[in-house]
């Protein structure tokens, strides 16, 4: 577990299985919940307790975000890496009101701190659905460039989204040690 | 002048198989398209074969993948449409050409407004991808001829030959499409269907 001065973060296990289902809203959707064919998933409860119970190379699929009284406010992962093209893909999910707070501010550095210095990416890549206005203000505080916008590439809640993605590269990375 | 040529696009089978098995051993398939030097040929004939397999029955298939051919040449190229979403309209495509004299030939622009055309035309998709390394430069003009946008620019996104290399993403929408018809209505005037099986369509003019 690694300890912020807000936050907690550890591998998520199966037992985190219910808090990530609360993410998994069709009535608000993420663009980092969506599958390659950008269609929204919608999981039980044990294909995310079996998702969560799993580890990629030995990595957890997702870590778990805990608040200082050890409740878990959402989940983060670097996932979808390139080796040789050295980038990985930036997950976050954490509540819109969690977005602009000192523990969304250590979510990003543990993410930054794996993908730049652990595994010395050379980027680091997300996305964005024009709904979600509180992420994108997120990744802009923290640098990432935006790559273009995806016309109607999704279709929820009656009408098309569009896609935006966003790069950040290392060089531009402000990357402090969270321990 | 309207874009006809002796080529049409149909499933693929299984005698195609060493064809596009050749054509995926080549360096300029690597280099192109799917990138991984380090699969095998049995790995390569593995994952050819079961794309092959999937079953043209099945109402609604993840990916389709069609053969370009031709009563002249012969095979001349491989076109996937792949993560097709029904519940979004949508699909990425790749196309490659296998025989090189035909690569920047009208022959890769038919094929690729063929492919379109069945899309949006039989398919009933709103939108097409295309992911293309920024050196591919033919088949990006040949996107933006059609009337694609460039949506995004991946800086430093694809490795070749030791070096990054940026990636462009092209959405292509079906009123993008049917703008650019409306454009160029000589262009597609000899397009007709997508799916046209030419044996079949010579042997029906011979029986009648």
């Known amino acids: 577990m690694i300890r912020g001065?807000?936050?907690?973060?550890?591998?998520?296990?199966a037992d985190d299985a219910a808090v990530l289902k609360t993410f998994y809203d069709p009535s608000r959707p993420r663009s980092c919940l969506l599958d390659m064919r950008r269609e929204l998933l919608l999981p039980s409860l044990d294909e995310l307790r079996e998702v969560l119970g799993q580890k990629e190379q030995g990595k957890p699929i997702f870590y778990a975000v805990e608040n200082l009284t050890g409740e878990v406010r959402g989940f983060c992962s670097m996932r979808g890496q390139s080796l040789e093209s050295t980038y990985g893909e930036f997950v976050v999910v954490l509540d819109d009101a969690d977005l602009d707070t000192p523990l969304a501010v250590e979510v990003f550095q543990f993410l930054a701190n794996q993908a730049f210095v652990r595994m010395r990416f050379n980027k680091i890549l997300t996305h964005c659905l024009d709904s979600e206005q509180e992420y994108r203000a997120y990744l802009l505080r923290h640098g990432f460039k935006s790559d273009g916008v995806q016309r109607d590439v999704t279709f929820m809640l009656g009408r098309w989204h569009n896609l935006e993605a966003f790069s950040?590269?290392?060089?531009?990375?402000?990357?402090?040690?969270?321990? | 002048?309207?874009?006809?040529?002796?080529?049409?696009?149909?499933?693929?089978?299984?005698?195609?198989?060493?064809?596009?098995?050749?054509?995926?051993?080549?360096?300029?398939?690597?280099?192109?398209?799917?990138?991984?030097?380090?699969?095998?040929?049995?790995?390569?004939?593995?994952?050819?074969?079961?794309?092959l397999g999937r079953s043209s029955a099945q109402t609604v298939p993840g990916s389709l993948y069609l053969l370009i051919d031709s009563e002249e040449w012969g095979?001349?190229?491989?076109?996937?449409?792949?993560?097709?979403?029904?519940?979004?309209r949508s699909c990425s495509a790749d196309l490659y050409i296998?025989?090189?004299e035909f690569r920047n030939h009208m022959v890769a622009a038919v094929s690729f407004y063929r492919a379109v055309d069945y899309c949006f035309n039989e398919l009933n998709l709103h939108r097409i991808t295309a992911y293309i390394y920024a050196f591919n430069e033919p088949s990006w003009r040949i996107m933006?001829?059609?009337?694609?946008?460039?949506?995004?620019?991946?800086?430093d996104h694809v490795a070749r030959d030791g070096q990054l290399y940026d990636v462009y993403g092209y959405g292509l929408l079906r009123s993008d499409y049917e703008a650019f018809c409306q454009k160029h209505p000589h262009l597609i005037a000899?397009?007709?269907?997508?799916?046209v099986d030419a044996q079949r369509v010579a042997s029906a003019e011979t029986a009648s």
């Open chain 1, 5 to 13: 001065k807000y936050s907690a973060i550890r591998s998520a296990e």
């Open chain 1, 168 to 179: 950040l590269f290392a060089a531009d990375a402000v990357i402090e040690d969270l321990e």
């Open chain 2, 1 to 51: 002048m309207a874009l006809k040529s002796k080529t049409y696009i149909r499933r693929a089978e299984r005698e195609d198989l060493d064809k596009i098995v050749e054509w995926m051993e080549e360096p300029d398939f690597l280099r192109f398209l799917y990138g991984d030097p380090t699969r095998s040929p049995r790995q390569i004939r593995e994952h050819i074969v079961s794309m």
């Open chain 2, 75 to 88: 095979p001349v190229g491989l076109l996937s449409l792949q993560n097709i979403s029904w519940r979004n």
């Open chain 2, 98 to 100: 296998g025989k090189k």
């Open chain 2, 144 to 155: 933006e001829k059609s009337g694609a946008k460039r949506e995004l620019t991946f800086r």
């Open chain 2, 190 to 195: 000899g397009l007709m269907s997508s799916m």
